[in-house]
């Protein structure tokens, strides 16, 4: 693995997100949050969570 990649579960996603483990299952089955399944477990790249979120950010100061 790269240097600096920090994979995380779907707990560790929602306690970041404030929002509840099904919502984050939910959200990356439909695409919506960068996943990768692993057998029956979502795994995510805190990096790939933490840009995109910054990105939205940006668009809602935007808008603003």
Partial sequence: ???G???????EVAAVL????GTVCRL?????????KVGK?????MGRIERLFRGIQK????EV
């Fill in 18 to 21: 404030r929002i509840k483990e």
């Fill in 41 to 45: 477990s979502w795994r995510f790249d």
């Fill in 1 to 3: 693995m790269g240097k």
């Fill in 5 to 11: 990649v920090q994979i995380v579960t779907v707990k």
């Fill in 59 to 62: 668009t809602l100061k935007e």
């Fill in 28 to 36: 990356a089955s439909e695409g919506r949050l960068p996943a990768v």
